[in-house]
Antibody, heavy 119, light 108 residues
Framework: EVQLVQSGAEVKKPGESLKISCKGSGYSFTSYWIGWVRQMPGKGLEWMGIIYPGDSDTRYSPSFQGQVTISADKSISTAYLQWSSLKASDTAMYYC????????????WGQGTLVTVSS | SSELTQDPAVSVALGQTVRITCQGDTLRSYYASWYQQKPGQAPILVIYGKNNRPSGIPDRFSGSSSGNTASLTITGAQAEDEADYYCNSRDSSGNHYVFGTGTKVTVL
């Protein structure tokens, strides 16, 4: 069974750093892309970027380039999304999602990680 | 701003048919996928490619495409189909994904 299990909810202060994770299981982690999606409170889905754990090829949506860092550790089948300095506007639910190598679709989603940034 | 546009909300009587549309120039080159999101839950894939349903998705969900418009049709809507629906596809560069603005479906 394919599973993407994300790390737990986080409460942070503005200016702090954060790294959240997404562990894949039930499939070959290095043969699929992992994408990250933001959903701000009461809003729609926003594509942030994607990484291919097999060779670490990473592509950022223009809206998120320079704002976050996406990485992966294929030895433990885990992808990461990190911030060096959080802002209140980063408060959102973040989902990781699996994308087949041909980018046909997003076929599996993690359960989401809620990030709250507040002073 | 999103390159894929959806109607914000539609309603359908129980058992009737509803069509949700997604418009964008990139849909002339790429198929759309459709996702269902219920409150407090992660999205799930319901339709992808020309008209493919993942295992476990009821056959009342179907997809189609014409020109710059992709459509998701629910034939015989059920109460459990009440949710937000998002389309997605590649953007104009082909190197990124983009989501539609989302449609809230209410089953009356």
């Amino acid at each position: 069974e394919v599973q993407l299990v994300q790390s737990g909810a986080e409460v942070k202060k503005p200016g702090e750093s954060l790294k959240i994770s997404c562990k894949g299981s039930g499939y070959s982690f290095t043969s699929y892309w992992i994408g990250w999606v933001r959903q701000m409170p009461g809003k729609g889905l926003e594509w942030m970027g994607i990484i291919y754990p097999g060779d670490s090829d990473t592509r950022y949506s223009p809206s998120f380039q320079g704002q976050v860092t996406i990485s992966a550790d294929k030895s433990i089948s885990t992808a990461y999304l990190q911030w060096s300095s959080l802002k209140a506007s980063d408060t959102a639910m973040y989902y990781c999602a699996r994308v087949p190598s041909g980018w046909e679709t997003i076929d599996y989603w993690g359960q989401g990680t809620l990030v709250t940034v507040s002073s | 701003s999103s390159e894929l546009t959806q109607d914000p909300a539609v309603s359908v009587a129980l058992g009737q048919t509803v069509r949700i549309t997604c418009q964008g120039d990139t849909l002339r080159s790429y198929y759309a996928s459709w996702y269902q999101q219920k409150p407090g839950q992660a999205p799930i894939l319901v339709i992808y490619g020309k008209n493919n349903r993942p295992s476990g998705i009821p056959d009342r969900f179907s997809g189609s495409s014409s020109g710059n418009t992709a459509s998701l049709t629910i034939t015989g809507a059920q109460a459990e189909d009440e949710a937000d629906y998002y389309c997605n596809s590649r953007d104009s560069s082909g190197n990124h994904y983009v989501f539609g603005t989302g449609t809230k479906v209410t089953v009356l």
